[in-house]
């Protein structure tokens, strides 16, 4: 089947959720049909039959009460013996009305009771009545009234046969209605755990398990194993998400390849800058010094030989050297950080400011230096006291003529790091040369009035970022020069 013709994984819910509302739907209507009829039948059978069965006991005895008064009243000859007779003629009518509502859906308990109505009114006119009017004990109308009386309690014997057997279908209609009932609720449930059953088990075959594959090899993948081919199976949106990952996983590898290979280039470019470093350090450093020490030894020898402009070219030169013995070692130093300088250890920022106040007594005598309680970095100990050391340094250096310089460290948190600051009342430096005080040998100043190589900066940013901070330029202090930058804290 192709791509086009699978079911997606979302498509695949949404008809698993319309089988299951449908089956519950269906289920919910069977049952409540089921329960609707049972109750039904309930209901006629309490309501209707049952009543009746009673109500024709109670007829039976009005019958038996007009009899026995009529008996009582032509043996007495007293019309008080006649009350029961009319109480049970009234009783009759009452019942019969009410026999007739319930067994409105029983047509053979219906001709029983008519027939019953038409014995009693046959009893009543025939025998009843005219003893009343002529109550002779010894008349053989009087002996014939208890013989009639007895097919009369015969008819309403049919009745209450008629009426039982109405009960016991009854019955029985209510059993079957409540097994059907039952089954139904059987099936129902049957139905929803094979339906559930069915669905788990397409689920995982479907869905669950190409889902398990891909993630188990999305988790080799993360995990380093990056030539782990990663299958397109399940839904077309599984297999999409299974391809895009095995995309993203080559394309993963290209890029480790390529990483590597630069890493080699980079390693390679490293073992020259060593070598680089080695030649700078003694092959430049010795000419140097020696261009130096001749134009030196020349001047003083041939100092009365010499006119002005030999002796300013002399000391261009010596000046010449002597910068460029500066601007190799600090070429050194800047190509040092995070190389041969990196050894991390807890530090101790107030010990490492206090030796640098010690190598900067000399410079600082005239100045204020304030420093609270600094605190516990991991970093390098000797790259940690050049950034101070060199911060310090461009504080005093960079002074107004006619003050003395009040440099203040401070320190305050920030979201995991400390947030340091350097600030000083010095000549200050304009927001638009922000990010060019951060470039190696970039200079906002003549040589003649603050000697420098215009390194120095350039190393602070190499350690804070070398240690996982940044540096910059506070614009918004106006009072001299603010640095500030931050540092990661320890974890406690």
């Not at 594959?213 to 077309?236: I, K, M, N, W, Y």
Request: hydrophobic share 45%; net charge negative; glycine share 6%.
């Amino acid at each position: 089947m192709t791509d086009r013709g699978r079911l997606t994984s979302q498509r695949l819910f949404a008809l698993t959720l319309g089988a299951m509302t449908l089956l519950i739907a269906l289920g919910s209507w069977a049952g409540y049909a089921s329960l609707a009829d049972t109750t039904r039948v309930s209901d006629r059978l309490q309501l209707r039959i049952s009543p009746a069965a009673t109500a024709v006991v109670e007829l039976g005895a009005a019958l038996v009460d007009q009899e026995t008064s009529v008996r009582g009243f032509v043996l007495a000859h007293e019309r008080q013996f006649l009350d029961p007779y009319n109480e049970g003629v009234t009783s009759e009518q009452r019942i019969a009305d009410r026999l007739r509502q319930l067994l409105a859906d029983e047509p053979s308990a219906l001709e029983g009771l008519e027939a019953v109505e038409r014995a009693a009114a046959g009893w009543r006119t025939g025998y009843a009545q005219p003893l009343i009017a002529n109550p002779d004990p010894q008349s053989p109308l009087a002996v014939s009234s208890k013989a009639a009386f007895d097919v009369l309690r015969g008819d309403v014997n049919v009745l209450q046969q008629r009426v039982d057997a109405a009960r016991g279908a009854g019955r029985k209609a209510l059993d079957s209605s409540r097994h059907r009932r039952d089954t139904i609720f059987a099936i129902i449930v049957a139905g929803l755990l094979v339906g559930l059953f069915v669905i788990a088990v397409m689920l995982q075959r479907v869905v669950l398990r190409p889902l398990e594959r891909l993630q188990d090899s999305v988790r080799r993948v993360a995990d380093g194993d990056f030539e782990h081919h990663v299958p397109a199976a399940g839904p077309p949106d599984l297999a999409a998400l299974g391809a895009d990952v095995e995309a993203m996983r080559e394309r993963i590898v290209t890029a480790l390849a390529e990483s590597r290979g630069q890493e080699e280039r980079l390693r390679r470019s490293n073992s020259d800058l060593e070598q680089f470093a080695y030649v700078a350090s003694h092959d430049l450093q010795e000419p140097l010094r020696k261009i130096a020490s001749f134009c030196q030894m020349l001047q003083r020898r041939y100092a009365e030989q010499l006119d002005e402009r030999a002796n300013q070219y002399i000391a261009f030169a010596v000046d010449g050297a002597t910068r460029m013995q500066a601007l190799i070692n600090d070429l050194l130093a800047f190509s040092r950080v995070g190389r041969l300088y990196d050894n991390v250890a807890d530090v101790d920022l107030n010990a490492t400011m206090r030796r640098v106040r010690s190598d900067l007594e000399v410079r600082l005598e005239s100045a204020s230096l304030e420093c609270g309680e600094l605190p516990m970095v991991k970093g390098d100990p000797t790259l940690l006291a050049m950034l101070l050391q060199n911060l310090v340094s461009n504080a005093v250096k960079f002074r107004k003529p006619d003050e003395d310089p009040q440099i203040v460290v401070g320190v305050e948190p920030e979201d995991g790091f400390h947030r340091f600051s350097v600030q000083d009342n010095g000549i200050g430096i304009e927001p638009q040369f922000e990010d060019k005080i951060f470039v190696i040998f970039q200079r906002l100043h003549p040589r003649d009035v603050y000697p420098g190589t215009g390194i120095g900066l350039a190393i602070c940013k190499r350690i804070v970022e070398h240690h996982g901070g940044r540096i910059w330029l506070d614009a918004a202090y106006t009072g001299g020069a603010r640095i500030c930058f931050t540092l990661p804290a320890v974890a406690v």
